[in-house]
């Protein structure tokens, strides 16, 4: 043993972790922690968020180096190295900050190593890097992270109409809290309020149809321009200041007189540009203030050095002109089907862009993503680099000619558009998504004639949260007011709890928004991780994954870290009602299918399925795994049924038990013990059952507690039940009207492993052969029908008003200081005190737009500050950890090695008629060893026969297989030794009896040795399961631990020694 001891690897840290000095006042110790948190995660998406081409660089050569691949080692150190100092506004100490980065930098290898092999590729983090940067840049300016959608007002009254028949209201503006409406063939124009859409009064000015207007900032004025040929500007009351007849001054074109179509307003250069309304002309004025306006008699004559006509290509006329401030740059839109781009400092055209197919009528500029936004007679928008002169994007969705575009004020990335069809569809140009799709009006209504034609002309946005629309009538929308104090807007399916990084995930819709569960604030939202709304999630084992499943069955696995996609699932026919993660394996289910698809977990990028098993003789409403090979399944027929994974088969049913100690109503819900031989169902009659399996009673009835919560409420459903953590001597049960309740369960509890011990005891006491075929049950009591079985509970604490409708899941918090997590119908995520079941605090969204709001409740998590600041270095240390062993720290040839092991003095023979020197059980053990030689013997030649000419795959760097076809070498690092070891005498094999190995794994003779008629070594065959063997860099420890041992027991070298 002491042998074995000095033969064990020694370990070293590739880096040794940072020690954190918290102050000696608990309050003051928690800010602090609370405050490194903030900063790792700081730290970590300002690293990728920064990542230079030397940070890249040095990164790529260190895998290179590394062979491809780095363990979490190596990796910690190697970019702990280029990390770059923090620039953040919290103060820490430098202790404080190389800790911040250390945790960064195990949060960026276990995000890159989301499959857990424990190596990081250099393709790994770079796709990595390429994920989470859209996601780092849509963040950037992310405030709430909800989205909320609009609705018709229907408390505004729009009773009016157009006066001439069949015409529209046909532009609408919102200036200086006015609503500026323009009607078809009327000179002038009504003024609304922007609340009640009430008219305030008629503005004349004009003598024929209004075309256009602007709005000049810098004055407070109005411009408008008429069919008339007419200019009029306004001031801030709508009072006419002057009139501009466009006559040959504007034309330059002596007797001819024309109408203005388009104007746009240029503050920086306070430059007004107008286009023709009848040919392809733009000319500028410049007016520096209102006196220039006020004092000219007549029209002025155009600017001169604002002049377009020089650069202007334009074949028809101009419809739209667009100021982009940041660029210094004016875009003309025509129904020539093109954009172009005028640079007003170096007075020339940059830009044609060409990508419509139908005339245009508007153009909006997005100035926080330099967005240039077009549309116009097609059925679709296109966004274009204005500085580039591309095409970005198109965002399609709409199915005929757009009528109006119009951008959200203060949201900065929303855009609404409708077109002459009445569809309304809410852009986010920032993710280039459609957030939201409705009807400005019913259809079958307007055809019925229940309702006006809608007929839409313009759209305009009187604020954040209000939008008009008109055509022969108006329509005003709102967005939907939120409630903050709400976690989501929308149903929320699931919720689960991240232990490693403390933070809380939610899916809405079909998004997945993460929170921080030290401070309850959204941290992140990961967008659009599947195309239908979630309704099934679960995170993966090791907490770096996330499995997702939605209504329409299909199934995702995305990363934690960024949502990227890894792989997708085998789908559904109907919604995922489940997902569970087990070891190799996921385990889905689909409650309207009846049926559980048990998929294959071992491949990071895809996945198959294993086995299908067949619910439909009972509809399963929950299923949970024994963390073996056993699930249980509970259904609406009060049936409890076991399940094996590995063959799909049923193994076991509660109607074996007798009928009154069976469930009488629906069951809802079941959960494993992990600590006793139990399992337990609630069903919605108030009545919780346990049933024992191995090593007890096979799937059999325990004990039954009927729950006393309510006495004037009577029985009451259950929805939901957790364990504690860790000692799993109480309940926590949620019910259908809302309650909490924590129910003792340790008299059950410690029965059951009272009795586990006692069976233990007695097999290992020489009853083994009972405790297997099940007789030692028959000399113990069979639960039954009666008090000492069945019994009224006994609770700790109940919270009746826990949420506001029923409790749809407990999720329990393995922490210091145990806490639940609540997910009620009422859309709310709540924490409580596993203890006590003191309320700590509720998610909530707040409001859009980053407006802060008095939060309902006090977010409290319980924190251990000293106690967690030891976990995270521990994880630190537990990644640092390096494993030398003593024999690699110098060169051996395998030659000599062998052959001085060989001159060690053989074990003399035992003389005849004295007693071997091994007793009995080590004959057993070398019986043992025959037989295994003799069966290896034979597996080796049936498997040669088989699989012979079977072709082996080789891994590339990043640990994925390509076949190479004709060739079944196998490139493995130290091969050459390995190929040395193989090709020795038998003789240097410490005189090995023939037929006999005592080198098994990669130091087999027969690992390495070359086929007929093939000078390359071979590996092993398949496994007869058809999996692959190992790497040889995976078993390296496993192999070197081997030789050790063998080197320790060198005393006994072949089975002669035991004759």
């Known amino acids: 043993r002491a042998e074995l001891s000095s033969a064990m690897p020694t370990k070293r840290l590739s880096i040794e972790p940072s020690v954190v000095e918290l102050p000696e006042d608990e309050e003051a110790a928690t800010e602090t922690y609370i405050k490194l948190r903030h900063c790792i995660r700081d730290a970590f998406e300002g690293f990728l968020r920064n990542v230079d081409p030397k940070t890249v660089s040095l990164l790529e050569q260190a895998l290179t180096q590394a062979g491809g691949e780095m363990n979490s080692a190596t990796f910690l150190k190697t970019v702990t190295d280029v990390f770059p100092r923090m620039s953040t506004s919290r103060t820490i100490s430098p202790e404080e900050e190389l800790f911040v980065q250390q945790m960064a930098c195990l949060q960026l290898f276990e995000s890159v190593d989301v499959d857990g092999s424990g190596q990081a590729s250099w393709m790994e983090l770079c796709e990595f890097v390429c994920a989470i940067a859209e996601e780092l840049r849509l963040q950037v300016a992310e405030e709430s992270g909800q989205t909320f959608d609009f609705e018709e007002a229907e408390q505004v009254a729009l009773p009016f109409r ?319 007011a939120p409630n903050p104090h709400l976690t989501a807007d929308w149903p929320i399916h699931s919720v689960a709890f991240n232990s490693r990084r403390i933070e809380i995930v939610t899916p809405i819709k079909n998004d997945l928004y993460v929170w921080c569960a030290l401070t309850g604030v959204m941290r992140a939202v990961h967008d659009n991780v599947i195309e239908g709304t979630i309704t099934a999630m679960t995170l993966g084992r090791g907490e770096r994954r996330i499995f997702v499943g939605a209504d329409d069955g299909s199934m995702r696995v995305v990363n934690y870290a960024c949502g990227a996609l890894l792989k997708e699932l085998t789908k559904h026919q109907y919604e995922v009602s489940q997902i569970s993660c087990i070891p190799e394996k996921v385990l889905t289910m689909s409650a309207p299918e009846r049926l559980i698809l048990v998929h294959d977990d071992t491949q990071a990028d895809r996945s198959v399925v294993l086995k299908r098993i067949d619910t439909s003789r009972r509809a399963v409403t929950q299923f949970a795994f024994d963390n073996r090979n056993i699930i249980s399944c509970v259904s609406e027929e009060c049936q409890v049924v076991w399940y094996n994974v590995d063959f799909a088969k049923e193994v076991g049913n509660s109607d074996r038990c007798p009928h009154d100690v069976r469930h009488e109503s629906a069951i809802s819900c079941c959960m494993y013990f992990d600590d006793a031989p139990l399992l337990v169902t609630a069903d919605t009659n108030s009545t919780v059952t346990f049933w024992s399996i191995p090593p007890l009673r096979t799937y059999s009835f325990f004990n039954k507690v009927t729950l006393s919560i309510d006495e004037a409420a009577g029985a009451l459903s259950v929805t939901s039940i957790g364990l504690s953590w860790p000692d799993e001597e109480c309940m926590f049960v949620g019910f259908e009207r809302g309650m909490l309740a924590c129910v003792d369960i340790s008299a059950i509890v410690q029965k059951a492993k009272r009795l586990r011990a006692e069976i233990e005891r007695r097999k290992e006491s020489g009853e083994a052969a009972e405790v297997i075929s099940g007789r030692i049950f028959e000399k113990m009591p069979m639960p039954c029908n009666s008090p000492e079985y069945m019994f009224q509970s006994v609770n700790r604490w109940v919270v009746p008003d826990a949420h506001r409708g029923s409790a749809d899941k407990i999720i329990v918090c393995r922490r210091q200081t145990s806490v639940l997590l609540t997910l009620g119908v009422d859309q709310r995520v709540r924490m409580w005190l596993a203890a006590t079941g003191e309320a700590l605090g509720t998610l909530e969204q707040g409001l859009p737009g980053g407006l802060t709001h008095r939060p309902e409740t006090q977010w409290r998590l319980p924190i251990h500050p000293r106690a967690e600041i030891s976990q995270d270095v521990q994880h630190i240390e537990a990644a640092a950890e390096e494993k030398v062993d003593s024999d690699e720290e110098e060169t051996l040839d395998p030659d000599d090695e062998l052959a001085s092991a060989a001159e060690e003095p053989a074990t003399p023979a035992t003389p005849a008629g004295q007693a071997p020197p091994s007793e009995a059980p080590e004959e057993k053990v070398m019986s043992v060893i025959r037989s295994a030689t003799d069966l290896r013997a034979g597996s080796r030649a049936r498997l040669e026969a088989q699989e012979g000419s079977e072709e082996r795959r080789p891994r590339s760097a990043t640990g994925s297989r390509s076949p190479t076809k004709g060739s079944r070498a196998l490139s493995k690092p130290g091969g050459s030794r390995l190929q040395a070891l193989a090709a020795l005498p038998k003789t240097k094999r410490r005189n090995q009896p023939e037929g006999e190995e005592w080198y098994a794994g990669q130091y087999s003779p027969g690992y390495w040795a070359p086929a007929a008629g093939d000078s390359s070594p071979l590996g092993l065959p398949r496994l007869q399961n058809g999996r692959q063997r190992p790497r040889l860099n995976a078993s390296k420890d496993l192999v070197a631990a081997a030789r050790r041992l063998s080197s320790a027991l060198g005393d006994v070298r072949n089975t002669k020694d035991f004759v």
């Open 162 to 480: 157009p006066a001439i028949t069949k015409c529209h209201f046909d532009k609408i503006f919102y200036w200086m809290d006015n609503v500026v409406v323009f009607e078809e063939g009327q000179a002038g124009f009504h003024l609304h309020f922007p609340k009640t859409m009430v008219r305030r009064r008629r503005v004349e000015g004009h003598r024929q149809e209004i075309l256009s207007a602007a709005f000049l900032a810098d004055f407070n004025w109005v411009v408008t321009s008429g069919n008339d040929n007419t200019v009029c500007f306004w001031d801030d009351n709508f009072n006419l200041v002057k009139r501009w007849t466009i006559d040959h001054t504007w034309t330059g074109e002596k007797g001819k007189v024309t109408s203005v179509g388009a104007l746009c307003w240029c503050p920086e250069i306070h430059a007004l540009y107008a286009s023709d309304h009848f040919s392809q002309k733009v000319r500028a004025w410049r007016l520096h203030s209102q006196l220039d306006i006020r004092f000219a008699d007549t029209v002025l004559e155009p600017d001169k050095t604002l002049e377009l006509r020089k650069h202007m290509t334009h074949e028809k006329s101009v419809t739209a002109i667009c100021w982009m401030s940041h660029l210094k740059c004016l875009a003309t839109a025509s129904l020539d089907t093109t954009v172009q781009i005028f640079d007003l400092v170096q007075m020339k055209r940059t830009w044609i862009l060409q990508g419509h197919k139908r005339g245009l009528t508007c153009l909006r500029y997005c100035p926080k993503g330099h967005m240039l936004l077009s549309c116009g007679f097609d059925n679709y928008i296109c966004i274009w680099d204005p500085g580039a002169g591309v095409l970005s994007f198109t965002l399609k969705g709409h199915e005929c000619s757009i009528a109006g575009l119009c951008a959200i004020p203060n949201m900065e990335y929303e855009f609404m558009s409708v077109d002459f069809e009445g569809q309304v569809r809410l852009w986010d140009v920032r993710r280039l998504v459609c957030v939201q799709s409705f009807a400005a009006t019913d259809k079958q209504a307007e055809k019925n004639g229940e309702l006006e034609a809608l007929e839409p002309r313009a759209i305009c946005a009187l604020g954040q949260n209000r939008v008009l629309i008109s055509g022969r009538r108006m329509v005003v929308y709102d967005r939907e």
